[in-house]
């Protein structure tokens, strides 16, 4: 039920364009309306609201105290509007959107260049892909999925593992004169190991049982995402040590090569998270399947690749 105090649509729109413009007849040009349409919706809102928005100072309205105070909310409640709408318009002539998080490098090196495949199966069904890092709270998040690494949290949440991460330390060309998969650990530890800011102790448990000095092992160039240290990589700034599922595509490309020839395993492998509403959607269900498919066949790639 809307109250007699909440701002109609056409009074917020015209409150802000005045704000940002300083004149009704700017704000009325802009939202492609009559000035006095403008004048009548400030007033009303004024009205509604008890207190003056603007003071009139020549030729301009400028923002009085309450009226500043009313600007970031107004701002905020448009644009919310605006970023729905945009929304459902995704919907296009599809009957379904399915609303994804990944982790951000996941997303963007494994995930969407596969996502054409689901489509071919799945024509109805389009994407709403968002990057996170930490677990979604799906009481509250309209999010249908996602795909982080480590168990489920939250009540209702479940998760199925999709495989595990396994690490492998890569390095550009220019950085492996002795051929890839060359270097022991004594060797890397001479050169620049490239940092993940998110997960610094990598390194760590890499040269856990070789006796180096960890104070040096912590140092080199420091990137938020996998996707920077990727980069730092094949821009020859250093070692990576990454998910193998994300280096793929250039150790295939051959822009990165693998520097050492032992991998690690974590604890903590790549699952798929989901509330239980999820179960009902058929596009959820389709996607999941395809997507245990996706994983089970990369896993059974890169076993093939280790073996050869």
């Known amino acids: 039920m809307r109250h007699a105090y909440t701002p109609t649509l056409p009074e917020l729109q015209a ?3 005045v704000a940002r413009t300083g004149q009704a007849t700017r704000a009325a040009a802009e939202l492609g309306v009559t000035q006095s349409a403008v004048s009548r919706a400030l007033a009303g809102l004024e009205d509604r609201l008890g207190v003056r928005l603007f003071h009139r100072l020549r030729q301009r309205l400028v923002l009085s105290d309450a009226g500043r105070a009313m600007l970031a909310g107004a701002e905020k409640v448009l644009a919310d509007l605006d ?3 945009l929304t459902v318009m995704a919907f296009g002539g599809h009957r379904d959107v399915l ?3 990944a982790l951000p490098t996941f997303a963007a090196v494994w995930l969407i260049p596969r996502l054409a495949r689901f489509t071919a199966r799945a024509p109805n069904v389009t994407f709403d892909v968002s990057a996170t890092l930490a677990p979604l709270d799906f009481e509250t998040d309209p999010r249908d999925l996602a795909i982080l690494r480590g168990p489920a949290r939250g009540a209702g949440v ?3 593992v999709l495989m595990e991460e396994r690490l492998v330390v890569v390095a550009g060309p220019s950085l492996l004169p002795g051929g ?3 270097l022991e650990d004594a060797e890397l530890a001479r050169l620049p190991l490239l940092q993940q800011a998110t997960r610094p102790n990598l390194w760590l448990d890499w040269f856990r049982d070789a006796g180096l000095d960890p104070v040096r092992l912590a140092r080199g160039a420091r990137m938020e995402q996998f996707g920077m240290v990727l980069a730092a990589a094949r821009a020859g700034l250093g070692v990576a ?6 280096a793929a595509p250039d150790l295939a490309a051959g822009t990165l090569r693998r520097a ?5 395993v974590t604890a903590t492998p790549y699952a798929l998270h989901f509330p239980a509403r999820s179960e009902d959607n058929a596009a959820f269900r389709a996607f999941r399947d395809w997507l245990r498919d996706a994983a089970r066949e990369a896993v059974a790639g890169d076993a093939g690749t280790d073996a050869g």
């Open 260 to 264: 050492a020839r032992r991998s690690m």
């Open 158 to 160: 479940r998760a199925e």
């Open 99 to 101: 609303r994804i998080a």
């Open 241 to 246: 040590l990454v998910p193998e599922v994300l």
């Open 15 to 17: 409150f802000v364009a």
């Open 180 to 182: 890839a998969g060359a």
């Open 83 to 85: 970023a729905a709408a």
